[in-house]
């Protein structure tokens, strides 16, 4: 039996800078519904465009505008789908390098499990809940999985 790949600390460390936390459509909806607001109007408070993409805006403190300091994320029932892949991406489940860095800002990451084992959970997880994406316009990279890491998806 593998041991546990990520077990979130609650730290807040990926909830800081700016640009990273794109809105799909189904996050726009969701998020909207979450907050008993519209969809125009959520945006017009809390995202702003990046090219092509619409993004969740930063505070003046660096940290995602849902995020509370002591707290972790205000809307987390809500919350968008790069939020709730995290620390599953491509690149992290790709490259075993980018695992190792990522675990001296993600606690939660535990190296003690090793990669192939946080390889086959985050394609589990990611699956599981529904955070597979193709690739499209308003699509996060990030949740655009590789032939191969599709092809580790349990049955
Ligand atoms: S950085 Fe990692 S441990 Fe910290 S809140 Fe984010 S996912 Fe959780
Ligand atoms: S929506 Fe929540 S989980 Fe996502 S970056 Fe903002 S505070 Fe963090």
């Given at each position: 039996?593998?041991?546990?790949?990520?077990?979130?600390?609650?730290?807040?460390?990926?909830?800081?800078?700016?640009?990273?936390?794109?809105?799909?459509?189904?996050?726009?909806?969701?998020?909207?519904?979450?907050?008993?607001?519209?969809?125009?109007?959520?945006?017009?408070?809390?995202?702003?465009?990046?090219?092509?993409?619409?993004?969740?805006?930063?505070?003046?403190?660096?940290?995602?505008?849902?995020?509370?300091?002591?707290?972790?994320?205000?809307?987390?029932?809500?919350?968008?789908?790069?939020?709730?892949?995290?620390?599953?991406?491509r690149g992290n489940l790709v490259d075993r390098a980018s695992w190792e860095m990522?675990?001296?800002?993600?606690?939660?990451?535990?190296?003690?499990?090793?990669?192939?084992?946080?390889?086959?959970?985050?394609?589990?997880?990611?699956?599981?809940?529904?955070?597979?994406?193709?690739?499209?316009?308003?699509?996060?990279?990030?949740?655009?999985?590789?032939?191969?890491?599709?092809?580790?998806?349990?049955?």
């Amino acid at each position: 039996m593998s041991t546990t790949a990520f077990d979130c600390k609650r730290c807040g460390h990926c909830c800081h800078g700016e640009g990273g936390i794109v809105l799909t459509g189904r996050d726009r909806q969701r998020l909207a519904e979450h907050l008993g607001l519209s969809v125009e109007d959520m945006l017009l408070r809390y995202a702003e465009h990046a090219g092509e993409k619409l993004r969740l805006r930063a505070g003046e403190d660096g940290f995602c505008v849902f995020f509370l300091q002591g707290v972790g994320c205000g809307v987390h029932p809500g919350r968008p789908d790069i939020c709730r892949a995290w620390p599953y991406f491509r690149g992290n489940l790709v490259d075993r390098a980018s695992w190792e860095m990522i675990q001296s800002d993600c606690p939660g990451v535990a190296s003690a499990a090793g990669h192939e084992a946080f390889v086959q959970q985050g394609v589990d997880y990611l699956y599981d809940n529904d955070l597979v994406h193709e690739p499209g316009t308003e699509t996060p990279r990030a949740l655009v999985l590789t032939e191969a890491l599709k092809r580790r998806r349990r049955s």
